[in-house]
């Protein structure tokens, strides 16, 4: 069919590494770019990622963070703008990635996969928030909870968090969820290109739930509100995207029921 031609002429292997030159250079500018400005940043940056555990110790006497190395908090900062460079930078970096496939792609493999790419970024600020808004208040104040004002002749026990730990801890959630939210896009493009199919999706259900909870429990810090947390949407998603499956091979056998019924109309004609 027309629509089937490809966009792109020709290259030499020159010209393709040229291309490949130059949207790289743009990925790594901008990604700079964006890591000098985090950097700037950084302090307003940490203190939001902070705002969750300030918000369950601000009423407890002495809480305070700390750093117990020189240079600790000036590497939290670059930590900080790292991260956030990476996250603010993704759509540029995504959009050359794009920009140097597209015009070896059909148009019809444009369409299939253009929808995935803008998916990937949404759904991990989507597991971000979750972390953020839902996960964070309630671990923070489960581990809270194991502070003791030292009655009875017995020392008290306080949490001092150190900003690198919690910066490492907070990047490991929020990795973690973003990670796992990008289940139906995995699963979707293993649908796309035939590997998986909705039936295959729907009898590994089970499998699919012991493997999700293993994977809450190795990317996350072992308490339950996290691996539950993280577990719980990571299967909702799942069942979403054996719905997202279906849709898929639906739309399929009606495009192959079109393209017979084209094929016997132009041997009618004939």
């Known amino acids: ?19 490949l030159r130059s949207r790289l250079i743009w990925a790594v500018v901008g990604f700079i770019i964006c890591f000098f400005i985090a950097f700037y940043f950084a302090e307003y940056i940490f203190a939001f990622l902070v705002r969750p555990l300030a918000e369950e110790m601000g009423s407890r006497e002495g809480a305070r963070m700390i750093y117990t190395a020189l240079h600790e908090a000036f590497f939290t900062y670059v930590k900080v703008a790292f991260f956030t460079a990476a996250f603010v930078a993704f759509p540029l970096i995504a959009s050359q990635i794009w920009l140097f496939v597209a015009p070896g792609l059909y148009k019809n493999e444009k369409k299939a996969f253009l929808p995935f790419l803008i998916a990937t970024p949404a759904l991990f600020f989507l597991g971000g928030a979750l972390v953020y808004y839902l996960i ?9 909870n194991f502070q003791t004002s030292g009655e009875n002749g017995a020392l008290p026990i306080q949490v001092e968090p150190k900003v690198g730990e919690y910066l490492s801890l907070v990047m490991q959630l929020i990795f973690a969820f973003g990670l796992g939210f990008e289940l139906p896009v995995l699963l979707l493009l293993l649908v796309k290109a035939r590997i998986l199919s909705a039936q295959a999706l729907a009898e590994k259900r089970r499998y699919a ?10 990317l996350t810090p072992p308490d339950i509100i996290s691996q539950i947390g993280l577990a719980i949407p990571i299967i909702l998603l799942y069942e979403v995207s054996i719905f997202g499956a279906r849709g898929i091979e639906k739309k399929r056998k009606e495009n192959n029921v079109e393209d017979v019924e084209g094929d016997l109309d132009l041997r009618e004609e004939n």
């Not at 490809?6 to 030499?12: A, I, L, V």
């Open 136 to 144: 964070f208040p309630m671990a923070w104040e489960f581990f809270l």
């Open 209 to 218: 739930i012991v493997g999700v909870f293993i994977f809450a429990a190795v």
């Open 1 to 19: 069919m027309a629509e089937d031609t490809q966009d792109e002429t020709k290259m030499p292997l020159l010209d393709h590494l040229v291309e």
